[in-house]
């Protein structure tokens, strides 16, 4: 008896609601999730090895037995490439499915708008995270990858050891083109 309300009740909500604005919030959900599951698998703070960097302690954290210096440059190198070329390919894949409901004639005007809002706002992120990049490798840093997750951020450096004036200056560039306030800031050395 309670199963079939809640089934009659969900199929009132799922018409007043409609098929098309739950596939552009499934859309968004999934892109969010791509976005984190990306962020997650490339940037964990540790490189191929299982070697961590420590941000806060300004120098890394790799033991006795360092990978040789040849081997981290090349690991660093594709690193980088391999973030930049997935997070490229996962918002392409995110801006075409909301291209898709922009270009449906049957998606109504409020999902257009609402698919259009999301566009806009991936791509003052990705502007945002390519100032950031620019900024801190005019800062010396020879690679960056940043990354905007709503109020925080990940900064991802080529770095031999950061020294607390490099933490600070990563701060203040990403506080200047995003506004976000260094403790949610996180700064990641590969």
């Keep these: 008896m309670k199963f079939e309300k809640f089934k009659e009740g969900f199929k009132s909500f799922c018409k007043k609601v409609g098929k098309r604005n739950f596939i552009i919030a499934g859309s968004v959900l999934l892109i969010a999730a791509a976005v984190i599951v990306n962020f997650a698998i490339f940037a964990t703070g540790k490189d191929d090895e299982g070697y961590d960097y420590d941000q806060s302690a300004g120098m890394n954290d790799v033991g006795t037995n360092p990978p040789a210096e040849t081997e981290v440059a090349d690991e660093g190198d594709s690193y980088f490439s391999s973030v930049q070329i997935s997070r490229q390919r996962t918002r392409d894949e995110a801006i075409e499915v909301l291209q898709s409901v922009v270009d449906n004639q049957s998606s109504t005007e409020t999902a ?14 990705m502007e945002t995270e390519a100032n950031i990049e620019t900024l801190v490798i005019a800062k010396g840093f020879e690679e960056c990858v940043a990354v905007i997750s709503g109020e ?8 031999e050891g950061l020294i607390a004036s490099e933490i600070s200056q990563i701060n203040e560039i990403v506080y200047q083109q995003a506004g976000i306030l260094p403790v949610n800031i996180t700064i990641i050395e590969r």
Excluded: D, T, W
């Excluded at 257009?112 to 992120?125: D, P, Q, R, S």
């Excluded at 951020?153 to 080529?158: E, H, L, N, P, T």
């Design 112 to 125: 257009k708008n609402e698919a259009l809002a999301e566009i806009n706002k991936m791509a003052g992120v």
């Design 152 to 159: 925080s951020a990940s900064i991802v450096v080529k770095s």
